[in-house]
Nanobody, 124 residues
Framework: QVQLVESGGGLVQAGGSLTLSCAAS????????MGWFRQAPGKKREFVAA????????YYLDSVKGRFTISRDNAKNTVSLQMNSLKPEDTAVYYC?????????????????WGQGTQVTVSS
């Protein structure tokens, strides 16, 4: 069992930055692939970024490439999402997720555990 708790959301102006963090419980964190997803009001949850168990492989949604960076610290059981040059269209609830396959995926269905989400609001 893995429990995930996100933090770091908030209100920021367009062009600003935020760093989201996800703290995971459990001794097997280092074997999980981790992902960040987001869901805006009235829209489906969408993939944002993912990182493999070792941190060597990362995937990003095209619209966030070059602006967002996912990273992990297996010693601290945390995964982070550094978000720069934020746009109003980045406004959503951001969720952290864990996939016990260890391989990063953009597919929601492959993830086994989810956090409760943290709100990110970008004002224009």
């Amino acid at each position: 069992q893995v429990q995930l708790v996100e933090s770091g959301g908030g209100l920021v102006q367009a062009g600003g930055s935020l760093t989201l963090s996800c703290a995971a419980s459990g001794r097997t964190f280092s074997s999980y692939a981790m992902g960040w997803f987001r869901q805006a009001p009235g829209k489906k949850r969408e993939f944002v970024a993912a990182i493999g168990w070792s941190g060597r492989r990362t995937y990003y949604l095209d619209s966030v490439k070059g602006r967002f960076t996912i990273s992990r610290d297996n010693a601290k059981n945390t995964v982070s999402l550094q978000m720069n040059s934020l746009k109003p269209e980045d406004t959503a609830v951001y969720y952290c997720a864990a996939d016990n396959s260890g391989s990063p995926s953009y597919q929601t269905a492959t993830y086994d555990y989810w956090g409760q989400g943290t709100q990110v609001t970008v004002s224009s």
